[in-house]
């Protein structure tokens, strides 16, 4: 483990090679925030958002969390939803998981680890809603078709909220995608569940104009 003084040689280091290819670029960072994409993702230190889809510090706004959640409650998620859809003005969101989900897993085990079991139970509900998804899977397997499945599901979490649907019932151009990464390959699979009208969700989850 380096330490903590490594870090910040580190980021002097990263700072002047940026600077050194492009004079201006922190400071036109600086003044403007404009990313078309919202990255929903895990905190898994291994997915760094920006790297895996190779795009510069002002090109993604990102939101982490453990196991990519979407939660109806969570304020924290829904603030920064908002403000990537109404003042960024984001054209796309995208869920993207990881398999070998460190949250995933532990939703499937029995094991009792503190506060994190909260918020893991909706994982919990999901994988016992979709048992016959893991039929004749191994452990690892099972995790990582709970990955796919947990993306799915936050995908219309994403979209049943009122940010999302107030948006595309005023005519905004805004997709919402689902993908997961490859710890063990660096690639990332686009689930095909792309969403980008009210009209694809189920009829319980719209809201009237």
């Known amino acids: 483990m380096m330490a903590i003084e490594d870090l910040l040689k580190q980021n002097q280091y ?9 004079p201006e670029f922190f400071k036109r960072l600086a003044a403007l925030q404009q990313p078309d994409y919202l990255w929903i993702g895990c905190s898994d230190s291994r997915v760094p958002a920006n790297e895996v889809v190779g ?6 706004f990102v939101h982490r969390n453990v196991a990519n959640m979407v939660v109806a409650t969570d304020m924290n998620l829904l603030s920064v939803l908002q403000f990537a859809v109404d003042v960024l003005k984001v054209k796309h969101i995208i869920v993207c998981g990881h398999y070998g989900c460190g ?21 919990k509900a999901l994988y016992h809603q979709s048992l016959d998804q893991f039929e004749g899977l191994d452990d690892d397997a099972k995790v ?38 490859g710890l063990d390959n660096g690639l990332i699979n686009d689930l095909q569940t792309s969403i980008s009208s009210i009209d694809q969700l189920d009829d319980t989850f719209q809201y009237e104009l």
Do not use: F
């Open 55 to 60: 795009m510069m510090p002002g090109e993604l």
């Open 14 to 22: 990263w700072s002047k090679s940026l600077r050194a290819r492009d």
């Open 144 to 181: 990582n078709r709970l990955c796919e499945l947990n993306v799915l599901r936050q995908v219309r979490n994403v979209c049943h909220t009122t940010i999302v649907q107030n948006a595309w019932m005023a005519g905004t151009e805004l997709s919402v995608h689902g993908w997961i990464y």
């Open 103 to 123: 949250g995933v897993r532990a939703a499937i085990s029995h094991k009792e680890l503190g506060l994190i079991d909260n918020w893991l139970r909706a994982l």
